[in-house]
């Protein structure tokens, strides 16, 4: 049983730059959007890095629009630079040609129009760099970005809804509560994600492997995850307990009732347990 | 060009790992992994991070292994509980049973033992959760763990070494340290990752593009990657200059001189740079 086995609606994220891969950026966006879409009740099924080249790129779109997942994000490479070539790789996935979009270069002319005005000064010039941004596979439709220049990108492939989106997160986050979340609601159903923690203490995760055995055994739906966070001599035990439903299933009430089992029986073990 | 073009020594990471997909957990281990094995000369090409569950795993190392990587990482899943699932996903990917190593077996008692006498309790009792530990795919081989109780697991298929490190991050980075490290020195021929940011104040990324493209033209094996910060009105952007090679093909120089460079051109555009 997987955690977010009662989630239908599944999503992959493809998170583009070399920058991840070198770890000079920790990839909080893949964690965002996680949590973000478990909240609304959609199961990521995986994350995926790839570097800033275009046969990378182009390769881990295709596996994963072959894997045919309801929804796809990815994040990057969507700048006025070279090395922004998120729109190229996806073009080659698509075999749908690059072309400017009037829609996308209106909404990038706009931007620095009013940067120019806020600014006072005469920059309105549409240079390559800014028709780049505005130039998308044929059979794509720009996003609105509230906060930055390069608009979201939007296709859809079969039964997948695709969103690009850029690496800056404020950017990110931004066009996903506009545009994005919108979707995923009307297609959840109204189940969504509850998760609650319980710690545990002088207690081994081997002796409570079989403990939370047990519970879940006793308890259909609860998934129950164990995060040691110090094994050597004193060993300190995060549980964290997860399951998904519609309200009227009362999905709280399940986790309770077994955080309190798997509390009884740590204590009966020998453990302390803490809230 | 990619960034770690001259890098000739590829590795794919793969993370493990529910609490990654939910975004309850922020992967610092891939970006500990990758920026360790940058600086050992060693491009990482892909991120891939799947749940815990036999059959999602399975498939990832398939197609992982597909690509052929000389180095695959594998982190997350080693432990006692029944979440803990990366030896089946292995054992299913390699198609090699499951059976008690005595090696391992003999590294999981002996820390038990450690722990038990530590505490001062007769604690050295082989449960199933221990065996657990132990029970490896039949063409793989127990790594010592110096920190926690979950042997590391090690095979070769075909060109490619795996090794599959706990999830835990102190495990993970010690057993890397210790039994991945000196492996990869021996393949890398001395070649290493050389990197210097410059920041650029009042100048927007789609003026800076072309002035990237001249230096980059210019500096052959120097690959400049821009990282907007903010562009909203007041655009502060990080200018990321990296290369590869040799001591006595002084890359540092090459770096030295691209950035100086750069910054010239910044500043004749109006910008300011600050180191």
């Known amino acids: 049983m997987a955690e977010c086995g009662h989630l239908a609606v599944e999503m992959e994220i493809i998170c583009v730059g070399n ?3 070198i770890g000079k950026v920790v990839n909080t966006n893949a964690s965002w959007l996680g949590k973000r879409a478990i909240s609304l009740g959609i199961a990521v099924k995986r994350i995926t890095v790839v570097a800033d080249d275009v046969d990378e790129m182009s390769a881990a779109f295709c596996e994963v629009l072959s894997r045919k997942p309801p929804f796809i994000v990815i994040t990057g490479g969507l700048g006025p630079t070279f090395d922004d070539k998120t729109l190229q790789g996806l073009a080659k996935a698509l075999n749908s040609p690059l072309e400017v979009n009037e829609d996308a270069l209106q909404m990038v002319n706009e931007k620095y129009n009013a940067y120019a ?3 006072n000064v005469p920059d309105c010039k549409m ?3 800014r028709i780049k941004m505005a130039t998308l596979p044929r059979s794509t439709l720009p996003v609105i970005n509230p906060l930055g220049t390069a608009p979201g ?3 859809c492939v079969l039964d997948t809804t695709l969103f690009v989106l850029p690496g800056v997160p404020s950017e990110m986050e931004a066009i996903f509560e506009e545009s994005v979340v919108p979707l995923l609601r009307q297609v959840t159903g109204g189940v969504s994600f ?12 081997s002796v409570l ?15 129950i995850k164990s995060h040691p966070k110090q094994e050597e001599g004193k060993p300190h035990i995060e549980l964290h307990l997860s399951t998904s439903g519609k309200p ?18 740590i204590k009966q073990a020998g ?5």
């Open 19 to 21: 920058e991840l891969l």
């Open 117 to 119: 005005k806020m600014r």
């Open 127 to 129: 240079t390559p760099s």
């Open 153 to 155: 990108v939007k296709t």
């Open 194 to 205: 509850y998760e609650k923690s319980i710690y545990a203490d002088k207690i081994m995760e």
């Open 209 to 223: 492997a079989p403990l939370i055995d047990i519970v879940m055994h006793d308890n259909a739906n609860v998934y």
């Open 248 to 265: 009227d299933e009362k999905p709280q009430e399940r986790l309770n009732k077994s955080a309190s089992e798997l509390s009884t029986l």
């Open 271 to 275: 453990g302390i347990v803490s809230f």
